[in-house]
Each structure stands twice: as structure tokens, then as C-alpha cells.
């Protein structure tokens, strides 16, 4: 849908005060200035509403505009869903899933380290090129500090 038409149909759920609105694509945010304009909306509304909004995104496709405003964001309005699935970069390649890795954790942990949104992070063990000793080995080093 364009861009406009969303923000218009945004507005009428956050008039009707709808408790949750959900963006299940789990890539929301490759478009980002789409995302951008989507997040700014809300922003802009935040103070007028009690929705809720979660979307799936890529953690590496963040931008730095993108990080501005979901900083501002008042805590509890925004919740992020990672599918980080592994951190086994040829598992990730396998599954046609591949992220730089470091763009990954950096921009989890700027989300984190923001203190206002809630984090939602998906691993997923029994990927091709894994086994379970391996994945929770390179998990764990990869994700220290998270």
C-alpha cells in the first residue's frame, strides 16, 4: 500500500485505540525510508495513544535515522522482533537468511542500550551446518554481552 494510505489507516487504530497493531513482515524495515515514515507517524501520535505497535525487522538493515527515532519513543510502544535464526554464517547462507553479523549484534545492542523498546530475538538450533554443541558454543561467544 502506499505509504500515505498507511499512515491514514494507522491513525484511524490509534483513534479507535486499538490495544496492539502488529507488522508481521519480517523484514519491515528493508524499505527505510518506508520504515522511517511508519515510525516517525507513530512517534508523532505517541503521546495520544496507548497503542502498542510490533514489527519484524532486520536488525542489519537499521539505520542510523531509523535509530533516532525509535529512541524517542516512549517505553513499552514499540517492540522489535529479530530473527537472528543463527549466528553460524554458512547455516545462515544455507537458509538464504545471511546478515553481516556485526551490523547485527551492534544494532541489538543500541536497541538494548536505548532502554525503551522491548526486544523479542529468535534462534533457531538444527540448522544445516549445525549440531547442538556447535550452536550453542557459537551462540554463546557471539552473542556475549547481549
Known amino acids: 500500500k502506499p505509504?500515505?494510505?498507511v499512515l491514514s489507516e494507522l491513525q484511524h487504530l490509534l483513534d479507535c485505540r486499538v490495544p496492539q497493531v502488529k507488522f508481521v513482515d519480517r523484514t519491515f524495515n528493508c524499505n527505510s525510508d518506508?520504515?522511517?515514515e511508519i515510525w516517525r507517524h507513530i512517534y508523532s501520535r505517541s503521546e495520544d495513544s496507548r497503542t502498542n505497535f510490533h514489527f519484524e525487522i532486520g536488525a542489519d538493515l537499521i539505520t542510523e535515522k531509523q535509530l533516532?527515532?525509535?529512541r524517542k519513543m516512549p517505553a513499552g510502544k514499540i517492540q522489535l522482533e529479530i530473527?537472528?535464526?543463527?549466528t553460524c554464517e554458512e547455516s545462515l547462507r544455507?537458509?538464504?537468511r545471511y546478515a553481516p553479523k556485526d551490523?547485527?549484534?551492534k544494532n541489538i545492542r543500541l536497541l538494548r542500550d536505548a532502554g525503551n523498546i522491548n526486544l523479542h530475538t529468535d534462534l533457531i538450533a538444527g540448522l544445516p551446518y549445525?549440531?547442538?554443541?556447535e550452536h550453542v558454543a557459537?551462540?554463546?561467544s557471539s552473542l556475549t554481552g547481549l
Request: hydrophobic share 35%; with cysteine.
Open 138 to 140: 557459537s551462540t554463546s
Open 130 to 133: 549445525e549440531n547442538a554443541n
Open 94 to 96: 544455507e537458509v538464504c
Open 34 to 36: 518506508r520504515a522511517y
Open 103 to 105: 551490523a547485527v549484534i
Open 68 to 70: 533516532e527515532v525509535l
Open 83 to 86: 530473527g537472528i535464526q543463527s
Open 3 to 5: 505509504t500515505e494510505q
